[in-house]
């Protein structure tokens, strides 16, 4: 499985910026696709993932409702529809994949891993 990451850029804050992860290769309807992020000096943090099938939808806290994670079947591609974009949302956001829902806020568990897009919101 191979994912490439897309959508990022510099915005002001209270805009909206919509990354996608489009996946090629063989994905399960039970696998997770899982977006992350990652400011200067701090760790990788979850932000949110959805099963394959899209049946289920998890966030994190700081970001539900204002950024909407969802499935498009037609090009197999995960979007993450972010609102209301703060500049604490300043980050490089990766996408990846869990073949294990249970792991779905834990990047080192990520079976298949995107390269990073590089989000920045003004003040």
């Known amino acids: 499985v191979q994912l490439q990451a897309s959508g990022g850029g510099l915005v002001q804050e209270g805009d909206s910026l919509r990354l996608s992860c489009a996946a090629s290769g063989r994905i399960f309807k039970s696998y997770v696709m899982g977006w992350f992020r990652q400011a200067p000096g701090k760790e990788r943090e979850f932000v949110a993932a959805i099963r394959w099938n899209g049946s289920r939808t998890l966030y994190r806290e700081s970001v539900k409702g204002r950024f909407i994670i969802s499935r498009d079947n037609a090009k197999d591609t995960v979007n993450l529809q972010m609102n209301s974009l703060k500049p604490e949302d300043t980050a490089v956001y990766y996408c990846?994949?869990?073949?294990?829902?249970?792991?779905?806020?834990?990047?080192?568990?990520?079976?298949?891993r995107g390269q990073g897009t590089q989000v920045t919101v003004s003040s």
């Open positions: 990846g994949v869990t073949k294990y829902e249970s792991w779905y806020a834990t990047w080192g568990r990520y079976d298949y």
